[in-house]
């Protein structure tokens, strides 16, 4: 029986692949791999295609519903939501890194709505 053939890396076709990209499926060596920090799963250049254009529509979504949560806590809630999803989509290289910031502030801004709302149901809940 013969051995498959080793996959080699496009841009070091000298050295083997050790994985591919999580997003377009490239074999990557050891050297691609080496410091691309938080996507690590990501080819070069999806590496750079999420770090940039502008965020995406839901990452700013993620935000004004987080801001309009201080008018109601639901809207707040929805925001946490959007912005984890955000989050996620940019971490596995389907969402540009630049909706990072948006989406962060997004989902933290939504934690303090879920905390406040728990507040104001225990302190209601007090007073009966």
Not at 25 to 32: D, H, I, V
Not at 38 to 57: A, E, F, I, T, Y
Request: charge should be positive; glycine fraction near 14%.
């Amino acid at each position: 029986m013969d051995a498959a053939p080793a996959a080699l890396c496009p841009r070091h076709p000298e050295t083997l692949a050790e994985g591919t990209c999580t997003r377009c499926g490239t074999f990557t060596c050891g050297l691609c791999r080496k410091g691309l920090g938080v996507n690590q799963g990501l080819c070069p250049s999806c590496q750079d295609l999420s770090r940039s254009g502008k965020p995406s529509g839901r990452a700013m979504l993620s935000l004004v519903f987080a801001t309009v949560g201080f008018c109601g806590f639901v809207p707040g809630i929805v925001g946490l939501v959007l912005g984890q999803k955000e989050l996620n989509a940019i971490e596995a290289g389907k969402a540009p890194g630049a909706g990072r910031d948006p989406a962060l502030i997004a989902r933290n801004l939504g934690w303090f709505h879920v905390v406040m709302f728990f507040l104001l149901l225990l302190g209601l809940y007090t007073h009966l």
